[in-house]
């Protein structure tokens, strides 16, 4: 199957800062990204949808000022966390699908932010 | 919005026997859904998926049963054996592409 690849796998910062974390799809191109976050003994709850060279959308509840999220390329695109505070501390994970086939998502390896 | 619901969220089991999951959808629109088994720590894997043009579908020891009428599909796994045991979700895909998972179901199988 596809390749999807995320960046970092594990950050730890300190409050206050942020952090960026990238997805890339490595041999196929994506319009459109998902991005998710998993709390521990929770599901994967869906943050917003990135759409290349327009703003992403956000699902209800999820702050837009607080999870910046920047799809420039048709390969890349990147979550920054601001202004991290350590109930942001979650595992963040990407997921891209080849544009125009609304079958299956390929998933990156996942990031875990920690804030301390 | 969409939803999705997953019963039960955890399941036990003895080597050998059958493990079934049950998940519903709240979006008629959806049209792909994808079952995902999960270790800790690590990205969702698939392990298998049905189309809703399609029924029924099995591979192995492991089979997905879809009900459009209703809105539920179901997850079969047979011969279950400890290495089965995970964090198994469900999630339906509509067809603006949002992928939504259920709540999840931790099956453990006993030796």
């Known amino acids: 199957g596809a390749v999807v690849s995320q960046h970092p796998s594990r950050v730890i910062c300190k409050s206050g800062t942020s952090v960026k974390i990238e997805c890339r799809s490595l041999?196929?191109?994506?319009?459109?990204m998902f991005w998710y976050r998993q709390f521990p003994k929770q599901s994967l709850m869906l943050m917003a949808t990135?759409?290349?060279?327009?703003?992403?959308?956000?699902e209800q509840g999820v702050e837009k000022d607080k999870f910046l999220i920047n799809h420039a390329s048709l390969t890349l695109s990147t979550l920054t966390v601001t202004s991290a505070h350590p109930e942001d501390s979650s595992f963040y994970i990407c997921?891209?699908?080849?544009?125009?086939?609304?079958?299956?998502?390929?998933f990156g390896e996942g990031s875990r932010l920690t804030v301390l | 919005g969409e939803n999705v619901e997953q019963h039960p969220s955890t399941l036990s089991v003895q080597e050998g026997d059958s493990a079934v999951i049950k998940c519903t959808y709240s979006?008629?629109?959806?049209?792909?859904f994808p079952w995902y088994k999960q270790e800790l720590g690590k990205r969702p894997q698939l392990i298998i998926d049905?189309?809703?043009?399609?029924g029924e579908k099995k591979d192995q020891r492991i089979a997905v049963t879809l009900n459009k009428t209703a809105k539920h599909f179901s997850l079969h796994i047979t011969e279950t054996q400890p290495e089965d045991s995970a964090v198994y979700f469900c999630a339906a895909r509509n067809q603006g592409g949002k992928l939504i998972f259920g709540q999840g179901t931790e099956l453990s199988v006993k030796p």
């Open positions: 997921s891209a699908g080849e544009t125009g086939h609304t079958g299956e998502l390929f």
């Open positions: 041999d196929f191109q994506a319009t459109t």
């Open positions: 049905i189309r809703s043009n399609v």
């Open positions: 990135s759409n290349e060279g327009s703003k992403a959308t956000y």
């Open positions: 979006d008629s629109a959806s049209n792909y």
